[in-house]
T-cell receptor, first 116, second 114 residues
């Protein structure tokens, strides 16, 4: 069965510090990978998605970036955090079927980021 | 502009009764709809989905109904159990847009009272 891991689970960082959140998926090959953010009292906002190694699409302009160095590894980074970057960050994956991505996305446990 | 709306931020239901969670959408290009359940400090869990070519999909205690003319879908949980207490998110996808994005509503918090 497929498993998705995220770490760290919680993180408190000062404004201006760098960020690196990691996500890995097990039990599947060539998944689509996604980074979402849930800000307090709001729905889930898609930040980045990737259809393959080194292929990153950004949905929202911001000071965050994403990278996919391996097939089942997805990293969310920032060089300098802002207060507004605080939130609950979720990684998700979906399977490919007949050349297209299945709609069902499966989420990891999330990382709670607090920028102080 | 919010394309997926869950107008009820919260809902309380007695254990054993039916829970009905509602979702409205504005984008007629959405062709796939999903429901997720989320506990605090955890990632959302996929529950059930429906393609726009169907009007009903059932999986155990969960049934999703889609009314395309009204741009409305609902999730029915029968019978409701205390473990169903969570935030429920409705999501939609436009497969023709070339993006794999799911557009989420803001969620409805369901409380099932024993």
């Amino acid at each position: 069965s497929q498993t998705i891991h995220q770490w760290p689970a919680t993180l408190v960082q000062p404004v201006g510090s760098p960020l690196s959140l990691e996500c890995t998926v097990e039990g599947t090959s060539n998944p689509n990978l996604y980074w979402y953010r849930q800000a307090a009292g709001r729905g889930l906002q898609l930040l980045f998605y990737s259809v393959g190694i080194g292929q990153i699409s950004s949905e929202v302009p911001q000071n965050l970036s994403a990278s996919r160095p391996q097939d089942r590894q997805f990293i969310l980074s920032s060089k300098k955090l802002l207060l507004s970057d605080s939130g609950f960050y979720l990684c998700a994956w979906s399977a490919l079927l007949n050349g297209g991505a299945r709609a069902e996305q499966y989420f990891g446990p999330g990382t709670r980021l607090t920028v102080t | 502009d919010q394309q997926v709306k869950q107008n009820s931020p919260s809902l309380s239901v007695q254990e054993g009764r039916i829970s009905i969670l509602n979702c409205d959408y504005t984008n007629s290009m959405f062709d796939y709809f999903l429901w997720y359940k989320k506990y605090p400090a955890e990632g959302p869990t996929f529950l059930i989905s429906i393609s726009s070519i169907k009007d009903k999909n059932e999986d155990g205690r969960f049934t999703v109904f889609l009314n395309k003319s009204a741009k409305h879908l609902s999730l029915h949980i029968v019978p409701s159990q205390p473990g169903d207490s969570a935030v429920y998110f409705c999501a939609a996808r436009n497969s023709g847009a070339g993006s794999y994005q799911l557009t989420f509503g803001k969620g409805t918090k369901l409380s099932v009272i024993p």
